[in-house]
């Protein structure tokens, strides 16, 4: 075959490389977001769900479907965001209760605000109540929520938490982070939440999220 053959063939397959990473990134960046929820899951069967912000077109479907009495939004006040002022729209139209505790991103964030969060999810649950727990991404502020209510509340080991954020997307390294930031809050999480009556008894040494 001729040279000429062997480059048009090449073209057509850096054409079709690029175009296929093009819809890849399409799916991902765009798509994806607009047809499944954010980082969907269930931590408590029937009870608990976690995700990151429910895309506009998402969120009264979403919300119906699991029958949600309470979100717990880990997100500040984001104007211009449509996303996050349809949910706020949403639930108001639904009659689902609406908790707020910002948080900053990284996963770091106000521990008070943490607590508070943890505080929302455990006297909804108590009462049989429906909950979503989400912030923008589903990955970070939602993962230490989630890990803490694993550990603390279900009893599940620290080893089984870290995985679970890990699923979720979150760096190794930042993992380590967050392990840091946990490990130095727990006991003062823990106690907290046992003031409020909300926290039964829980072994010692508290369960601490392991490093990598």
């Known amino acids: 075959m001729s040279a000429g053959w062997w480059r048009r063939r090449g073209a057509r397959l850096a054409c079709l490389l690029v175009l296929s990473a093009a819809t890849a990134g399409l ?3 765009v798509v994806k977001d607009r047809l499944i929820p954010r980082r969907w899951g269930e931590v408590e069967t029937g009870g608990l769900y976690r995700s990151g912000q429910l895309h506009r077109s998402l969120v009264k479907r ?16 984001e104007p211009g965001n449509v996303d996050y002022g349809a949910e706020r729209a949403t639930a108001k139209e639904l009659g689902i209760e609406l908790a707020v505790h910002p948080l900053d991103g990284s996963g770091k964030g106000d521990i008070d605000e943490y607590i508070g969060a943890l505080a929302s999810v455990l006297r909804a649950r108590r009462e049989g109540r429906r909950v979503l727990v989400h912030c923008g991404a589903g990955a970070y502020r939602t993962g230490v929520v989630v890990a803490w209510y694993r550990m603390l509340v279900q009893g599940r080991s620290p080893e089984e938490a870290r995985a679970e954020m890990l699923a979720y997307d979150v760096d190794p390294d930042d993992v380590d982070g967050l392990a840091d930031y946990m490990n130095g809050h727990v006991r003062e999480v823990t106690e907290a939440l046992q003031r409020d009556g909300l926290l039964g008894a829980v072994a010692e040494p508290l369960p601490r999220l392991p490093r990598g």
């Not at 919300?63 to 309470?70: A, F, K, N, P």
């Open 62 to 77: 979403t919300l119906q479907e699991h029958d949600i009495d309470l979100i717990v939004s880990l997100l500040d006040d």
């Open 27 to 29: 799916w991902q960046g």
